[in-house]
């Protein structure tokens, strides 16, 4: 259990996961109300990564169920072993004999071996899927049912069916009800529109791409050895790739991807051939490479110079830059205006 926000944000923090005072506050109260959270926002913003971390930080068993077009009830709750029950008639076999011996016809037969069915419909036989294994988990658990907006409509009823009393009904074996209620993180990349009745039961937070700030401690985080510099540098043209109306937007992941490729390839700075060299790892569309080639001029965070010993020259360099820049501050090449700094909470 999480003691305050600050709490929160310490704990994800010491397992690399940088969150704001938004994020911290619902996966707080999360914890306080049990309640479910359903995170949304684009792909790659960590929603699923923000369900592992907090699993980890509180000791949590992750149970994790993909949702996927086509999913059902039996691949999300539970399913019959035929092939053990096959195995255990197999080996009963003698035994079946017996009990059918003297059995006149075939439905007296059929009952007799009815009345025994009962050890063949027992928990020995049930293949546990996520939502039950959840539910029965000794362990506290958190049940992570990613990416639900790829389910269909009528999965989502009956997920909002377990959630609601996290009790489920084997009609041959039982009840089973959760010991101790699973915390629940549903992840939605907006395939489809959520359904009113799972968002109220829900608390509900979006995630949106990082501010500079936050993608630079999150570089910090998961690339460690990175040069500052090149951070800087890396995050400043994402910032800015965001800005522009692309098919599909560079995410937290890409700045990963592509600072560990930088790395690889030796880089300590950024250059316009280098990037242009390189975008293939951040931009997934031709049509996107394309519009960002010919951006690549505002795209471009230069490094002001270290200011150089004075030769002394009669006049002031026309590209001078103005006081504040010195000493390593970035500079945008172009007209972008630099991106908004954010603030961690
Ligand atoms: N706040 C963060 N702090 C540290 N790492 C992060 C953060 N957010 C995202 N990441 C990293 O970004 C990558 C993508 O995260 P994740 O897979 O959770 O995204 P997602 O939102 O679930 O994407 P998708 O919608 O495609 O499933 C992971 O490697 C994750 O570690
Ligand atoms: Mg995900």
Redesign the pocket.
Known sequence: MFESIEDVQNR?GAQ????GKN?ATVVYLANRLQKPVL?E?????????????VADATGRELIRLQCYEGLDEAKALYEWEYSKQLLYTQILKEKFSEVMAGARTLREAAERIGAEDSIFFSDKFIVPRPLLRAITSPRPALLLV??VDKSDPEFEAFLLEVLSDFQVSVPEVGTFEARERPLVFL?S?DAREMTDALKRRCLHLW?DF?TED?EL??LD??VPGIEQRLAEDLVGVMQRLRKLDLKKTP???E??DWARALLALGADQIDEGLVRDTLNVILKYEGDIRKAHGELGRLIVRKAEAPKPAPAPATAAPEAKPAGAAGGGAQPVGPAAPAKKGTLH
Do not use: W
């Not at 792909?43 to 592992?52: D, F, H, P, R, S």
């Open positions: 994800l690399g996961y940088i969150c994020i995170v926002g684009p792909a790659g913003v960590g929603k699923t990564e923000l369900a592992k971390v990613d990416e992840t990349n995630i990082p936050e401690r999150i985080a998961k995410s937290i992941s700045t990963l």
